[in-house]
């Protein structure tokens, strides 16, 4: 299947930092990303849609100032957690659509962020 | 009203012997696409299988295989076989047809025993 970075996988931070998220698509142009945010023991939530070149679209209450996403290129979408408090502490998600066929969408491996 | 409901939070299965999980999807919308995807504890979400609403026929992947019921709305995620290695999260997903976005259900925990 299709193969999907995501760094870093584990990252600690102090409240009030900002953290960078990098998503890769290594062997497929995606023009259109996801992040999702799951909780323990808890299905995964859509916090944003990514498309390369244009703004992302966001879910209803996901604050967009605070989760800022950058689809640079048809391989890298990233997403900022700004100011972080420790709320925000959970297990970051990527995926990227491949299209034709069955258009599935591949996982990156995910990014556990605790704010400490 | 959910899109996809996954009635079995967790279950049990032997080593070697099958497994069915179960998967039940509400839309209104004909053209829409199934999926199964598998979270070991590691984290990362794995695809497993698929399945369009147009398919005439059940999905199958290796030991994966999807028992799609149109009618009854369901696509039950059958493992065939199973090994030590299933044991993971197993989460039924669809996307409708007009949409980009795929809803999940809640997640079926399965335990292979030796």
């Known amino acids: 299947g299709a193969v999907v970075s995501q760094h870093p996988s584990r990252v600690i931070c102090k409240s009030g930092t900002s953290v960078k998220i990098e998503c890769r698509s290594l062997?497929?142009?995606?023009?259109?990303m996801f992040w999702y945010r799951q909780f323990p023991k808890q299905s995964l939530m859509l916090m944003a849609t990514?498309?390369?070149?244009?703004?992302?679209?966001?879910e209803q209450g996901v604050e967009k100032d605070k989760f800022l996403i950058n689809h640079a290129s048809l391989t890298l979408s990233t997403l900022t957690v700004t100011s972080a408090h420790p709320e925000d502490s959970s297990f970051y998600i990527c995926s990227a659509r491949r299209g034709g066929g069955t258009d599935t969408q591949y996982f990156g491996p995910g990014t556990r962020l605790t704010v400490l | 009203a959910q899109k996809i409901t996954q009635t079995q939070p967790g279950m049990f299965v032997q080593e070697k012997e099958a497994v069915t999980l179960d998967c039940t999807y509400d839309?209104?919308?004909?053209?829409?696409?199934l999926f199964w995807y598998k979270q070991p504890s590691s984290g990362e979400m794995i695809f497993l299988i698929y399945q369009g609403s147009y398919d005439q026929q059940n999905a199958t992947e290796g030991r994966y295989s999807l028992n799609f019921q149109k009618a009854r709305k369901s696509a039950n995620l059958v493992i065939s076989a199973s090994q030590l290695g299933d044991s993971a999260m197993y989460f039924c997903?669809?996307?409708?047809?007009?949409?980009?976005?795929?809803?999940f259900g809640k997640g079926t925990k399965l335990t292979v025993n030796p």
């Open positions: 990514s498309n390369e070149g244009s703004k992302a679209t966001y």
């Open positions: 839309t209104s919308d004909p053209s829409y696409g």
């Open positions: 062997d497929f142009q995606a023009t259109t």
């Open positions: 997903a669809m996307r409708e047809g007009g949409s980009e976005k795929l809803v």
